[in-house]
Structures are given as structure tokens and as C-alpha cells.
């Protein structure tokens, strides 16, 4: 059973750093991509940032230019680098898996809690 362990969330002052990492164990097959999602309180989750198989990223527009996905392949992990942090950051974030091993699969992490205060 394929599944995720976050790290590294926190709390930071307004316009500091933190950089999330997720990483995968078990039987994972071929990855198809990996993304971050967030959940504010009382909001919905929503997408922050993707990256695909081939390396293709997205990002959510209010997190552009401030926030980076990348991967390491051999570590099975995905890390997402949080710079000029703002309260409106505020949430649980989630990593999401997107994977292929006799079929599509997908898996989520347990989230972890990221506080930017003002």
C-alpha cells in the first residue's frame, strides 16, 4: 500500500519561508504526478501546485511566483519551497500522489498544518 508522510510545516512570521516535503513508500508503479493542495479554514481545498512525470509544473495564481514544486525521483518525494509567506498562506496543506501500478491510482497525505502570522 502506497503511502505519504509530510514534514516541515509551521509557524513563521509574514514574509519568511517553509519548505514542505512528501514523501512516498510502498509499491508506487510509475508516478503520473504529484500536487499540493491547501485548506483554509472554512474554505474549500484547492489546488496549489502540480508537477508532472515529465517535469511540467502549474501553479494556483496567488501563489506564483513565491512558491516552487519540485521532485527527487530517487527519494520518491516532492518538496514545495514557500517564500514571502502571507497570512492569507493560512492552512493544512496536502500532498497528492497520481500513480499507475495495475491502473491509475492516487493517494493523499495526512496534511500538515502551515500558520503565517501577521
Known amino acids: 500500500q502506497v503511502q505519504l508522510v509530510e514534514s516541515g510545516g509551521g509557524l513563521v512570521q509574514a514574509g519568511g519561508s517553509l519548505r514542505l516535503s512528501c514523501a512516498a513508500s510502498?509499491?508506487?508503479?510509475?508516478?503520473?504526478?504529484w500536487d499540493w493542495y491547501r485548506q483554509a479554514p472554512g474554505k474549500q481545498r484547492e489546488s496549489v501546485a502540480s508537477?508532472?512525470?515529465?517535469?511540467?509544473?502549474n501553479y494556483a495564481d496567488s501563489v506564483k511566483g513565491r512558491f516552487t514544486i519540485s521532485r527527487d525521483n530517487a527519494k520518491n518525494t516532492v518538496y514545495l519551497e514557500m517564500n514571502s509567506l502571507k497570512p492569507e498562506d493560512t492552512g493544512v496543506y496536502y500532498c497528492?500522489?497520481?500513480?499507475?501500478?495495475?491502473?491509475?491510482?492516487?493517494?493523499w497525505g495526512q496534511g500538515t498544518l502551515v500558520t503565517v502570522s501577521s
Open positions: 510502498g509499491a508506487i508503479g510509475s508516478i503520473n504526478a
Open positions: 508537477i508532472t512525470s515529465g517535469g511540467t509544473t
Open positions: 497528492h500522489l497520481e500513480f499507475t501500478r495495475w491502473g491509475r491510482s492516487q493517494v
